[in-house]
């Protein structure tokens, strides 16, 4: 079985919960970090491929023009640098960075959008964005951090990916020395060694965490009715012995 239709997942993939009738809940932000050669874009792109309810994130960004393939509101938002800058200075960005002369950031509006359907949104995103994306919302976000079983593994892992200089796998080493670090600000941390195994632990992540309490919408009303409901079936002189005692 799938792991989309697995007795795992019912009631997590659905915006609205089937076996609770009248719960529904928001969505998640899953902010996923790790150093180079871990195995993180795998697991982002096996996440995707495997749960129907969590979306990529689309960033907006000032790169100009758009490569052939993409397409704007899908691959990214494209926008001028004034209006990146006004959206910056409005509060409208959830994170941003500058790469190689270009800003990128997540705008916060259709995130709000998604969130409040019920559907997920992944975050392949380091740990300066991950920080910035909690100062605005540290209820909705869910981090797990990726680590390789080895340094071997490792930079096995990005020389087997890659056939860049050496130069330039010895800098992405370096750069691991700072992202190792970060791991402890994490709610989670997965030890990459096997693949599979690395996937069932954040699908298992996720769905606990769809479950979250304070993530279920209508839950009050529900306990409420629940209540109202049972009060119903008690003999009214059990009910009234009860009531006296409190």
Excluded: W
């Amino acid at each position: 079985m799938s792991p989309k239709n697995s007795e795992f997942h019912v009631g997590n993939i659905a915006t609205e919960l089937p076996h609770i009738e009248g719960l529904k809940r928001r969505g998640l932000m899953l902010a996923v970090s790790a150093p180079s050669g871990t195995g993180k874009t795998t697991m982002c792109q096996l996440l995707l491929q495997q749960d129907d309810n969590i979306q990529l994130s689309i960033s907006a960004t000032t790169r100009h023009p758009p490569r052939p393939n993409e397409v704007h509101g899908v691959d990214y938002y494209f926008v001028t640098s004034d209006e990146f800058k006004r959206m910056l200075a409005d509060g409208e960005l959830l994170e941003h960075t500058k790469v190689h002369g270009n800003y990128y950031g997540t705008p916060r509006g259709p995130v709000e959008d998604i969130l409040a359907k019920g559907i997920d949104i992944l975050f392949e995103i380091d740990a300066v964005g991950v920080n910035q994306i909690a100062a605005f919302s540290r209820a909705d976000l869910v981090s797990v951090f990726v680590l390789p079983p080895s340094a071997a593994e490792m930079e096995a892992r990005m020389r087997n990916r890659t056939k860049e200089e050496e130069s330039f796998i010895q800098h992405r080493l370096v750069d691991n020395l700072d992202q190792f670090q970060h791991s402890h600000n994490y709610d989670y941390v997965i030890i990459n060694k096997d693949i599979e195994d690395s996937m069932f632990k954040l699908r298992t992540i996720l769905g606990a965490e769809r479950m979250k309490r304070h993530r279920l919408r209508g839950l009050d009303n529900f306990t409420k009715i629940m209540r109202d409901e049972t009060e119903s079936l008690i003999a009214p002189d059990v009910l009234a012995e009860r009531n006296n005692k409190h």
